[in-house]
């Protein structure tokens, strides 16, 4: 089973700075690499699919890049919105099964 | 649109079962398998398995095994997931997802349906 390890845990930044996660698998997973944002209470919400490809309705200001086994999300700008955990994500080959990183919070200075 | 309505909050005794349904609209419901995750209180996402509804076939995380039920109902546009031999480290949000094929990110999510197990 491949395992993600996401780092740092928490993320402490202003708002306007930059913020980078990062993603890194036990084995290569090609580009098939996801990332998604989580507010209190709500669903997960897609914000990257194949490690750099922006979901439908995402802002610029979040990139995704990386292959292989590292990965990273970059928020070019942080703004208030953005403070929330992070989490990637990564499928396997038939049978189709996924595994999630343990989330990396970024949270207001 | 694709909208999943997810039955109500569950409390459980351990030892029991619990199934929890989403049902589906906006779109043809044997056009989109069905995703199963959850997240216990505080904790991160763990996927669960998946079901086509089309033909019914499964698929199960290996730590779910034997312990996991995935079903449909076409003509109701439900899909069902149950859990059996409940125990405490089960307590969780447990959310349905629904993606246009196998390979598919999770792009269309249920609001979740709260888990409780205790005696």
């Known amino acids: 089973e491949i395992v993600l390890t996401q780092s740092p845990a928490t993320l402490s930044l202003s708002p306007g700075e930059r913020a980078t996660l990062s993603c890194r698998a036990s084995?290569?997973?090609?580009?098939?690499l996801a990332w998604y944002q989580q507010k209190p209470g709500q669903a997960p919400r897609l914000l990257i699919y194949?490690?750099?490809n922006r979901a439908t309705g995402i802002p610029a200001r979040f990139s995704g890049s990386g292959s292989g086994t590292d990965f990273t999300l970059t928020i070019s700008s942080l703004e208030p919105e953005d403070f929330a955990v992070y989490y990637c994500?990564?499928?396997?080959?038939?049978?189709?099964?996924?595994?999630f990183g343990q989330g990396t919070k970024v949270e207001i200075k | 649109q694709v909208q999943l309505v997810q039955s109500g909050a569950e409390v459980k005794k351990p030892g029991a079962s619990v199934k929890v349904s989403c049902k589906a609209s906006?779109?043809?419901?044997?056009?989109?398998?069905m995703h199963w995750v959850r997240q216990a209180p505080g904790q991160g996402l763990e996927w669960m398995g998946i079901?086509?509804?089309?033909?019914?076939?499964?698929s199960y995380a290996q730590k779910f095994q034997g312990r996991v039920t995935m079903t449909r109902d076409t003509s109701t546009s439900t899909v069902y997931m149950e859990l059996s031999s409940l125990r405490s480290e089960d307590t969780a949000v447990y959310y349905c997802?629904?993606?246009?094929?196998?390979?598919?990110?999770?792009?269309?999510w249920g609001q979740g349906t709260l888990v409780t197990v205790s005696s």
């Open positions: 084995q290569s997973v090609s580009s098939y």
């Open positions: 194949d490690a750099s």
């Open positions: 997802v629904a993606v246009a094929g196998p390979y598919e990110y999770f792009q269309h």
């Open positions: 906006g779109y043809t419901f044997t056009s989109y398998y």
């Open positions: 079901i086509n509804p089309s033909g019914g076939s499964t």
């Open positions: 994500q990564q499928r396997s080959n038939w049978p189709p099964q996924w595994t």
